[in-house]
């Protein structure tokens, strides 16, 4: 740390670039610095909640994004990163509200959507999960990350085909990236399950049930 007294701004600068560096921890100490100053410094307030974030720190981080939230609401980017706290921490309805609100105010902003997508997905949404990543990756179309996720929604949501269409356009994106290996087994994996459902014979269908007979009596 620097010696002699540093204003509130440097001191959030030097944590921007500790923060940007990987360096979460003396990046939180910067910002804490900053915050003890200027208990009220907005951008100090979210991006601690940041570094606390990718420190593992979630209840200091969701403390973070709750403070700076009370003083701008209508800050997305803060919504996201206490939906993504949440998210963590396993609080996935409360994660999806935050979500929505991020989205709501920065609607063509694909990184909320996708956010809204996975946690749907998490929680068993997947209609919603689907939706979500469809508009995600209209907004981000070379995303490959949206659309693996996309794939993944599909097949929980039991349509294989498009699926298989989500997967390969992730290959048509960037077929030397890292992840194509595995895509690529995914895909011929699907396709093996699409060919298994069209080759299985149909269940014969059960013969309706006799309807009884009323106005007769036994004797």
Do not use: W
């Not at 990046?27 to 610095?33: D, L």
């Not at 701008?72 to 993504?84: E, F, Q, T, V, W």
């Not at 929680?123 to 907004?139: N, R």
């Amino acid at each position: 740390m620097p010696g002699g007294p540093i204003e509130p701004a440097e001191l959030y600068r030097l944590g921007a670039e500790e923060y940007k560096r990987g360096k979460y921890e003396s990046a939180v100490e910067y910002f804490t610095q900053a915050l003890e100053q200027d208990p009220k410094f907005f951008r100090a307030l979210v991006y601690r909640g940041m570094a606390c974030y990718e420190n593992d720190m979630l209840e200091d981080a969701i403390q973070d994004f709750r403070s700076a939230l009370r003083i701008d609401s209508n800050y997305a980017k803060a919504h996201n990163g206490l939906g993504n706290a949440l998210r963590k921490k396993g609080y996935l309805v409360e994660a999806l509200q935050s979500y929505k609100k991020a989205a709501r105010l920065e609607p063509k902003q694909s990184l909320y959507h996708h956010n809204l997508g996975i946690t749907s997905c998490d929680m068993g949404l997947y209609d919603i999960a689907v939706l979500e990543l469809e508009y995600a990756a209209l907004s981000d179309a070379q995303s490959i990350d949206i659309r693996y996720d996309l794939g993944s929604a599909y097949y929980l949501k039991g349509d294989l085909p498009q699926a298989i269409r989500a997967f390969e356009t992730c290959l048509e994106i960037d077929a030397e990236a890292e992840r194509a290996p595995e895509i690529q087994a995914k895909i011929k994996g699907l396709r093996r399950k699409l060919e298994e459902q069209k080759n299985r014979p149909a269940e014969p269908k059960m013969k309706p049930p006799k309807k009884e007979r009323k106005g007769e009596a036994e004797e």
